[in-house]
């Protein structure tokens, strides 16, 4: 980690979904908001702000990880994947955003984001998980609209699709 005057700005390099990208900050611009208003990666969305509802969860070296939580400058020089990095380039969705789609597992979609990449992360490392690990990972993210049935029923679908 660089040492820096609080009122410094830095330059952060990063690979954002693959594509080499770099913005001056302050160094005590959280991860979330570097997306979102220098990157324009405006698909992660921030809700509470400190660690709770996980909707602001991006992958940083393929590891899920808060964005809330982490400062830009934690992310320097590291691949980051947000949830515009899942949908192929001709916008087709890929498998776990087709189970969201066909089952109705969003209604506002201010969750989706950061239970995609969430699971994204999980289910490659774990890819035929019990409904128990699902639920389990499920409980890091608050969904408002859904009941959870929907998002339950979408990630059963996309694990037997495998
Ligand atoms: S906005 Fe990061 S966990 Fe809620
Ligand atoms: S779909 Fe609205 S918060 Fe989850």
């Given at each position: 980690?660089?040492?820096?005057?609080?009122?410094?700005?830095?330059?952060?390099?990063?690979?954002?979904?693959?594509?080499?990208?770099?913005?001056?900050?302050?160094?005590?611009?959280?991860?979330?908001?570097?997306?979102?208003?220098?990157?324009?990666?405006?698909?992660?969305?921030?809700?509470?702000?400190?660690?709770?509802?996980?909707?602001?969860?991006?992958?940083?070296?393929?590891?899920?990880?808060?964005?809330?939580?982490?400062?830009?400058?934690?992310?320097?020089?590291?691949?980051?994947?947000?949830?515009?990095?899942?949908?192929?380039?001709?916008?087709?969705?890929?498998?776990?955003?087709?189970?969201?789609?066909?089952n109705h597992a969003?209604?506002?979609?201010?969750?989706?984001?950061?239970?995609?990449?969430?699971?994204?992360?999980?289910?490659?490392?774990?890819?035929?998980?019990?409904?128990?690990?699902?639920?389990?990972?499920?409980?890091?993210?608050?969904?408002?609209?859904?009941?959870?049935?929907g998002?339950?029923?979408?990630?059963?679908?996309?694990?037997?699709?495998?």
């Amino acid at each position: 980690m660089r040492r820096v005057n609080k009122d410094q700005k830095v330059r952060i390099s990063l690979t954002l979904n693959g594509r080499k990208v770099s913005a001056e900050t302050e160094p005590r611009t959280l991860l979330c908001d570097f997306l979102r208003h220098s990157l324009a990666a405006t698909g992660t969305h921030v809700g509470c702000e400190h660690g709770v509802c996980g909707c602001c969860t991006v992958q940083i070296d393929g590891a899920a990880v808060r964005s809330c939580l982490t400062l830009a400058m934690q992310a320097e020089g590291r691949d980051v994947r947000t949830v515009e990095s899942l949908a192929g380039p001709d916008g087709k969705l890929n498998k776990l955003q087709q189970a969201f789609q066909n089952n109705h597992a969003l209604q506002c979609g201010f969750c989706t984001p950061g239970i995609l990449m969430s699971f994204t992360d999980f289910l490659s490392r774990n890819p035929k998980p019990t409904e128990d690990e699902l639920r389990e990972v499920l409980s890091g993210h608050i969904c408002r609209c859904t009941g959870y049935a929907g998002i339950m029923a979408a990630l059963k679908e996309a694990v037997a699709a495998d």
